[in-house]
């Protein structure tokens, strides 16, 4: 039996809740997989109709009537190939995270997920139901099996799928993007291929939702473990990958050469642009704004909104005050007039001090302090918002993962904003991540996007005279590492001291972590870059007695 089979995968961007235009994007796709590339198999990623996650619209009484409208339309399309679609099934009394594979116009086959993900930011065990049956259908003569997403990373329906003599395993997916997840899909696509000794189709979701990045990276595998990543990552693509089939029925890809993966630096700054262009785009903002202060995270932030949406879209606004140096003035509007933005100066003198008028009585007697401080903060959150409502521009917060840690932010001040981009990177990463923006400004013949002044100056709030970040809190250095033991990797106290911290330092910066859940629990969401993120990613109590010890 010698020929081919040409499978088109489908990496695509879907709106969670649209079932309607997911569908007819699904059936559009599926007749250009056709007519231009020939398609034996179209794959979609999982819960494709929904897209991914729906959370609880799966609780909608409305859901199963829109999901058996969408999948008749589907087979109605009569597209001459077969299609895989993911989607969810109300079956029997039990909802169930579903695959069809719909063929000449009708279902031939349809699988239920059997590991359902309940870790991290998953939440499968609170809609579906775990289902136990393999699924293998026919097509073009080759025995294909079916599995959706964390089923690949267990061995067990992998071992249904060989011992029922499968030609080909495909694996739809909704796989959200963490730093390190696409080393860890390639080692687990090579393990799981060599282990059934047949190739593996591994289809994933692009696009942001809400934190959530995917970053699709769609890959293939021959049946000898080599893969390969033939998708593009954090964009949409009709990947084609052509098996050659001998006369044992044997499917060998035809693979593409090894190639470099990108940095960590860049995936993460991508999945950044992604995850702000989304948001903006599905929920129909007209444009954003920040704050742009003179620091590197703002800085940063106006990078990645310009680089999301285009400079024509993008407003900064830099907003002094008596501490606030010229140097901070100089360098915001360097950065502005550089990416060519909408940039306006307004003061909040004046608005500072009818606050202190107002409540001059009420602080009569007390010393000037930190309620002084967030007054600033929250003047400069009051403008920002103020343009927003007239203008209907989304407010980018710009604080990050390690301030927010800690709770070195200010609620109404500058934690207001609806998204935040630098939400889950650490301080030291963002200098990071605005070394690799301005290696590509530079690699692309253009000046640096971020005035290397920002990246040299010492982080300062500009609250108080003479104000730097590491008088309140350990060196950056340090306290990112004491974070991410903490908070990524649940390391108690006496564990992170054990690795050569100062103990009273490392209680302090826990301290921290556990007082301010109640500010992270107000935030702004914001791109999930690592493991463990605040939101989804991790869920604390904020009124608790836990004590951390040393």
């Known amino acids: 039996m010698d020929g081919q089979l040409i499978v088109v995968m489908a990496q695509i961007n879907l709106l969670v809740g649209d079932i309607k235009g997911n569908t007819e994007r699904i059936i559009r796709i599926s007749q250009e997989a056709v007519a231009s590339y020939d398609a034996d198999l179209v794959v979609f990623p999982e819960l494709a109709l929904t897209s991914y996650p729906p959370e609880d619209l799966l609780l909608r009484p409305a859901l199963q009537e829109r999901i058996d409208a969408a999948l008749s339309a589907i087979q109605q399309a009569c597209i001459p190939a077969a299609l895989i679609i993911g989607h969810p099934q109300h079956d029997q009394g039990k909802l169930y995270n579903a695959l069809s594979v719909i063929v000449d116009g009708a279902c031939v086959a349809r699988y239920y997920k059997q590991h359902l993900p309940n ?32 089923d690949l990373w267990n061995s067990s329906p992998i071992q249904q799928i060989s011992q029922a003599g499968a030609d080909l395993l495909v694996n739809i997916n909704a796989s959200p993007f963490s730093q390190y997840k696409l ?57 084609t990958v052509s098996f050659e089939i001998d006369q044992g029925k044997r499917l060998t890809p035809r693979l593409s050469a090894h190639h470099t993966l990108p940095s960590v630096e860049q995936r993460s700054y991508q999945a950044m642009v992604l995850g702000l262009r989304d948001y903006v785009s599905k929920n129909h903002f007209k444009s954003v704004l920040l704050g742009l202060s003179g620091g590197i995270d703002s800085a940063l932030t106006l990078a990645v909104a310009v680089d999301a949406i285009g400079a024509d879209r993008v407003s900064a606004v830099m907003m002094p005050f008596t501490y606030t140096s010229d140097l901070s003035i100089h360098l915001a509007k360097q950065q502005a007039e550089r990416l060519s933005v909408n940039f306006s100066i307004i003061s909040i003198k004046e608005s500072f001090n009818a606050f202190m008028s107002a409540l001059s009585d009420e602080f009569a007697g007390l010393p000037s302090g930190l309620a002084e401080q967030n007054i600033q903060a929250r003047c400069r959150g009051v403008m920002l918002m103020a343009i927003s ?48 923006r301005n290696m590509c400004a530079l690699n692309d013949g253009e000046e640096l996007i971020i005035p290397q002044q920002v990246i040299d100056r010492p982080p300062t709030a500009e609250l108080a005279p003479g104000q730097r970040d590491d008088d309140n809190l350990p060196p950056y250095e340090r306290l990112d590492k004491i974070l991410a033991y903490y908070v990524e990797q649940d390391l108690s106290a006496a564990d992170i001291t054990a690795l050569g911290f100062d103990a009273d330092e490392v209680l302090r910066v826990i301290r921290l972590v556990d007082l301010n859940e109640y500010k992270r629990r107000q935030s702004a969401p914001g791109v999930r870059l690592t493991e463990r993120g605040f939101g989804r990613d991790r869920r604390y109590p904020i009124t608790q007695g836990w004590k951390a010890v040393n």
């Open 183 to 239: 080393e860890q899909r390639i080692d687990l696509l090579r393990e799981r291929s060599i282990q059934a000794a047949v190739p593996i189709v591994y289809v994933n979701l692009v696009g942001g939702q809400d934190e959530l990045v995917f970053d699709g990276y769609s890959l293939v595998s021959d049946a000898s473990g080599n893969v390969s990543v033939p998708g593009p990552g954090f964009a949409e693509a009709l990947i």
């Open 389 to 436: 409502n007239k203008k209907g521009a989304l407010v980018l917060t710009t604080g990050n993962k390690s301030e927010v840690a800690v709770g070195y932010c200010t609620l109404y001040g500058d934690m207001a904003g609806g998204f935040g981009v630098l939400k889950d990177a650490s301080k030291m990463f963002v200098y990071a991540l605005a070394r690799y």
């Open 119 to 150: 870790y991290q930011v998953f939440d499968e065990l609170r809609y579906f139901s775990p289902g136990h049956q393999p699924c293998l259908t026919t097509i073009k003569g080759l025995k294909i099996g079916f599995t959706i997403c964390e």
